[in-house]
């Protein structure tokens, strides 16, 4: 499968790159988002299923 390539691209303004910069909110959004994952429900129960799984399978052999 060849690659993808795009020759004549589309050129960006600075007025538009600029607008674009606002560190603020995206450092808001990461520390909004930033739950580990183990904290969640959801985890420990993929974990705690996948142990028991675990358990069983190597009490088979």
């Not at 560190?23 to 299923?49: H, R, Y």
Request: hydrophobic share 45%.
């Amino acid at each position: 499968m060849k690659p993808k390539l795009i020759y004549n691209r589309w050129k960006v303004s600075s007025d538009e790159i600029k607008k674009n910069q606002n560190f603020d909110a995206l450092v808001k959004k990461v520390k909004k988002n930033s739950s580990w994952q183990w904290q969640s429900i959801g985890f420990w129960g993929t974990v705690g299923a996948s142990t028991v799984a675990l358990f069983f399978l190597v009490n088979l052999l």
